[in-house]
């Protein structure tokens, strides 16, 4: 909200030299000099400036929650991005992301959403944050298809994660790499990783295993 707040008060000032320079000011004989154009065109670039970061943030989240949409085949599906005021009155606030069937809410975390729009891109130089971000996506909209339970959640979403990445955008190729670099790296440490981490992992969650759904296109394929 502030940089909004910033970029209207750019535009009021904008506004005010343009109309003072036409209309004559109480207590005055004539109204002010004629409009700086240098003066105008530098609060045009701030006011552009502060108000790019919600417009590109809500552009974002609209790309979200369409593909939330289909992933998840729920139409309440919607994603937020958090700012860095909503981080304080945000209940999950060390999650990096949380969602609420009931509403279809997802939420990303501040930093979250920035690494994966960093990763959209650029996908070809995939970080593990990038990587995470997508699994994050995707997890999220398998909670909005009902599924509570956190290791089976994990498990769909690392099915669908080259589905999740390839509607975000990301060459198939690219998707496929990824998916297997966290099945393989992230999703095996989380057994060893403590109790909050081992909830979302199962041994069962593999080729041929319990939770193998046997997707068309799945991730293991």
Known sequence: M???????????????????????????????????IPYIAILTL????????????????????KQARILSGSAK???????????????????A??????TGEIVFAHSWCDNLQSHLRNPQ????????????FA?????????????????????RYVRAATLLGIPKHIAKKNGMAYFHGEYQAR?????MSAQYYSNQCAPNKAMDEKLADSTWN
């Open 2 to 36: 502030l940089w909004l707040f910033f970029s209207g008060l750019f535009i009021w000032l904008i506004f005010r030299e343009i109309y003072y320079s036409v209309v004559t000011p109480a207590g005055f004989d004539k109204p002010h000099s004629p409009v700086s």
């Open 46 to 65: 701030l006011a552009a400036a502060f108000a790019y970061p919600p417009v590109n943030t809500w552009q974002f989240e609209r790309f979200l929650t």
């Open 77 to 95: 599906a919607s994603v937020h991005c958090n700012s860095v005021g909503d981080t304080f009155f945000d209940p999950n606030v060390f999650a």
């Open 97 to 102: 992301g949380h969602a609420q069937p009931e």
């Open 125 to 136: 130089k995939a970080t593990r944050e990038g990587i995470i971000g997508v699994q994050i």
């Open 139 to 159: 997890h999220e909209a398998m909670h909005i298809r009902g599924e509570l339970d956190e290791a089976k959640t994990e498990c769909q979403a690392i099915q």
């Open 191 to 195: 057994a060893q990783s403590g109790q």
